[in-house]
Nanobody, 126 residues
Framework: VQLQASGGGLVQPGGSLRLSCGAS????????VGWFRQAPGKEREFVAS????????SYADSVKGRFTISRDNAQNTVYLQMNSLKNEDTAVYYC????????????????????WGQGTLVTVSS
């Protein structure tokens, strides 16, 4: 599975961005997908994840109510809609595909994800 993240950029506090993660390969629709982020000097952290079927989602407390993850399996794409952005949301955002097909537990740990995109930079600043 190869992943390509896009949609990052510079946005003012309170603004919105939508990130996209396009995937190649036929296994995408059978795998959970997660978004993670890494700010300068910090470890990569979980942001959101979505079940392979799209039927379940999970969010980090820091983004709950502001970010929405969704997917379109027909287009092999996962989205992260980010609203009410804050300075502390500044980071490189990575999408990742779970290591196991048809996973029964929606993963939030980066060690559960085997395939990673190159990341897209989100900068929130006035």
């Amino acid at each position: 599975v190869q992943l390509q993240a896009s949609g990052g950029g510079l946005v003012q506090p309170g603004g919105s961005l939508r990130l996209s993660c396009g995937a190649s390969g036929r296994t995408f629709s059978t795998r959970d997908v997660g978004w993670f982020r890494q700010a300068p000097g910090k470890e990569r952290e979980f942001v959101a994840s979505i079940r392979w079927s799209g039927s379940r989602t999970s969010y980090a407390d820091s983004v709950k109510g502001r970010f929405t993850i969704s997917r379109d399996n027909a287009q092999n794409t996962v989205y992260l809609q980010m609203n009410s952005l804050k300075n502390e949301d500044t980071a490189v955002y990575y999408c990742a595909v779970h290591r196991t097909a048809w996973s029964t537990v929606l993963g939030t740990n980066r060690d559960e994800y085997a395939y990673w995109g190159q990341g897209t930079l989100v900068t929130v600043s006035s």
